[in-house]
């Protein structure tokens, strides 16, 4: 079934040019990429906004269980940093994964059928939101535990480098993750292994302002969150994450210096959760309206929008086709996953073990 | 007498001993400001202050080892686990630390602190976010490990954890939060190691802790019709046990179910069958039988979970095989 991918999928030589410097520099006249390469992007970003709705509205009626934690106000990061993969890199994050999925051509329907717990879901509806694996198309999980997959990333980026498989690592964590123990105690690993080419793994701090109701600030005394870096002779610079135009030049030029050295290198993305933590989540005591206000205002799908409307490259009429075409694809993916079978029940007992038939257990002693 | 939640219940006890004893503390992630993820500590932080009401990074091994700290050097911290998973990335510290430096010290410090959470699964959380770690944390001598179901105990024995000269594991059932029931106003202390006997009955002897009481109480109702009668016995407390309630009970009715939520290998369950079996062997007309989790990790579809987790059609077999009606 249809993914969200790229329709051109980008090859070794057609490349699409990145001009500028990025952020402030590039002005509507010149897109450091091409307008149809653009205009794709754009309809992947407004795919994954609305198949974010869409499973907020299902999570409401009581069709998704367990947590769901959406991505809207980042979408521009996983879209341009994703933009960079290649057949052979690793993808790694923490819970709000819906979009690596996405992104990285796990079907909608398959996503969304995940979430609603059924067999025809990403990993069977044996994960649920939160681990979604995809490992032929590149994405490796999908963990639940702040902080707790920074390590694994680490592993498969100095496994990349062994195997000699020309593969980074690109390792998605969040602003709270960044204070616990599993981040330093990696990032110092990929520090030491880095020095001699063995850790290519690209870490991705997204820092959305909050890990749930606890700000930066109120989580750390020293807020400028990627100098913790330094303290692993990690180098890094930041980007401006709800710009994709920023995003895509700073990712390009991140990938490639991993890919090229063999070293880890840290992105700090600056970029704001619109939707509320979870999506059960309706006391927001942790922050003003007025502030989800503000950051809306440079949502990252706007700000898309206005750029390619200043730039001429879109018309009000091929927006409002790409918008019906997204929204035909989200209701697809949810009338799929409601029409989808549960898991039979046979499934309780497989992928305990790798090498299968155990005898199962009763629960019953 | 009162009627609150359990969850009103836990918070009622801090809030009482923190207006007593100004060393006691809690820490956790989101408590304060947040108002808690379970809303346990919902307005402490406006009545005692970011002091004693401490918000912490995310950070379970960090801030568990400072508070094992605090209660060395005289405070008595409650440490909140956002919920009992992830507690493992502060394992070292509980075990390493908490338990054994009174030991290692030759008594020369303890470490008085409760270290309190939802425990349990049941609303479809999949495998990282469902764990029932009674036998876990119960297997490690120098701590004491509990799992009250009522409010009342709720209050009751948190009093008592709070109090308690050790280091606590207080197993809060997470799925219960919003139940409401009698609890008694002021200072009442449930001391641990002491079962509560839940209903009485004569023919079989049913066992379990947490939210697993509240469906052995509906099981015995239905075998009732069935001229079955079920005495029900809530062990509240994992560590230390109480063996008398249990011995005295099977030496009544000649015959034991035991149910959990948590795997069966070297689980309460079978430490509770092995006391029976050592202590009223002579007594039992049938084996012990246990009722567990499947043994899988904790899968996400309703159905599975369902699936995954003791029935109430699978304990009444269980007691109609020990009782040898036909099965
Ligand atoms: C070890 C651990 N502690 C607590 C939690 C509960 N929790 C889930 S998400 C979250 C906030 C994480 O914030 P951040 O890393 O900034 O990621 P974001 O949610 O903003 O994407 C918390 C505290 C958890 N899943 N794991
Ligand atoms: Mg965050």
């Known amino acids: 079934m249809a993914t969200i991918r790229s329709r051109s999928k980008k090859s070794e030589a057609d490349v699409p040019p990145v001009a500028g410097s990025g952020g402030n520099g590039v002005g509507p006249e010149e897109l450091p990429v091409d307008t149809d390469t653009l205009l794709d992007y754009y309809r992947q970003m407004l795919t994954i906004r609305l198949f974010e709705e869409a499973a907020q509205t299902a999570f409401r009626k009581g069709k998704i269980g367990g947590y769901l934690h959406l991505y809207i106000g980042q979408e521009a990061l996983a879209t341009g940093f994703l933009h960079e993969y290649q057949t052979g890199d690793r993808i790694i994050t923490a819970y709000r994964d819906h979009a690596h999925a996405l992104l990285l051509g796990a079907t909608p329907r398959a996503v ?105 600030e109120r989580a750390t005394a020293m807020t400028d969150l990627s100098a913790k870096f330094d303290s692993y002779g990690i180098e890094h610079e930041d980007v401006d994450g709800m710009d994709l135009v920023t995003v895509l030049e700073t990712a390009r030029r991140a990938v490639a210096r991993v890919r090229e050295t063999g070293k880890p290198y840290a992105i700090e993305a600056i970029t704001y959760r619109i939707s509320p933590h979870g999506a059960a989540d309706f006391l927001e005591r942790y922050r003003s309206k007025e502030e989800v206000a503000e950051a809306r205002k440079r949502d990252p799908i706007n700000l898309l929008e206005q750029r390619l409307l200043e730039a001429g490259a879109v018309d009000e009429q091929q927006l409002a086709e790409i918008r019906r075409e997204a929204r035909a694809v989200v209701d697809d993916a949810v009338k799929f996953a409601e029409e989808s079978p549960e898991p039979p029940i046979d499934e309780l007992y497989t992928d305990v073990y790798a090498d299968s038939a155990y005898a199962t257990d009763s629960p019953v002693g | 007498m009162p009627v609150m939640t359990y969850r009103e219940a836990l918070r009622t006890a801090m809030a009482d001993e923190m207006e007593r004893d100004e060393s006691v503390v809690l820490l956790g992630e989101d408590i304060g400001i947040y108002g808690g993820t379970h809303l346990v500590t919902d307005g402490l932080i406006d009545r005692f202050g970011p002091k004693r009401v401490i918000d912490t990074p995310i950070a379970e091994g960090g801030f568990t080892g400072a508070a094992i700290g605090m209660a060395m050097g005289g405070m008595r911290p409650i440490v909140e686990m956002m919920t009992w998973n992830f507690s493992f990335q502060a394992v070292d510290q509980i075990i390493q630390n908490a338990a054994k430096v009174r030991y290692f010290s030759g008594g020369q410090v303890s470490v008085p602190m409760v270290i309190r959470g939802p425990n349990g699964g049941g609303v479809q959380l999949s495998a990282q976010h469902t764990h029932s770690l009674e036998g ?40 219960l939060y919003g139940t409401k029931g009698e609890v008694p106003e002021g200072e009442f202390l449930v001391p641990f190691g002491e079962a509560r006997v839940a209903r009485e ?16 109480l509906r099981v015995a109702q239905t075998l009732e019709g069935e001229g079955i009668s079920a005495e029900v016995i809530d062990l509240r407390s994992i560590r230390p046990f109480d063996e008398k309630t249990i011995i005295e009970s099977v030496r009544k009715t000649h015959r034991a179910v035991v149910v959990q939520e948590q795997w069966r290998w070297f689980s309460v369950a079978s430490e509770v069958a092995a006391i029976i079996q050592e202590q009223a062997f002579d007594e039992l007309d049938a084996p012990v039988a246990r009722v567990s989790g499947a043994e899988v990790p904790a899968p996400y579809a309703r159905n599975l979970e369902q699936a995954a987790f003791p029935s109430e059609i699978q304990i009444a077999t269980a007691v109609r095989r020990v009782m040898y009606r036909g099965v």
Request: proline content about 4%; overall charge neutral.
């Open chain 2, 201 to 216: 009955g004569t023919d079989v002897t049913l066992i379990a802790y947490g939210r697993q009481v509240n469906m052995l």
């Open chain 2, 136 to 175: 876990f944390y119960g297997h490690f001598p120098g701590l004491k490990v509990v799992s009250p179901v009522t409010p009342h105990d709720a209050k009751g024995m948190m009093l008592s954890a709070i109090r308690d000269p050790n280091p606590v594991i207080f197993l809060e059932a997470g799925a």
């Open chain 1, 112 to 216: 969304m059928a995940e979430l609603f717990g059924k067999g025809t879901g990403l990993v069977k509806g044996k994960g649920g939101s939160m681990h979604l694996f995809d490992v032929q198309n590149g994405l490796w999980g999908g963990y639940g535990i702040v902080g707790g997959h920074i390590p694994l990333g680490v592993g498969l980026a100095y496994a990349e480098a062994y195997q000699k498989t020309g593969g980074i690592v690109q390792l998605y964590f969040g602003d709270g993750a960044i204070h616990n123990g599993a981040f330093h105690e990696a990032a110092n690993l990929a520090g030491l292994w880095g020095r001699d080419g063995m850790c290519p793994c690209l870490f991705i701090l997204e820092n959305n302002k909050y890990g749930m109701g606890t700000s930066v």
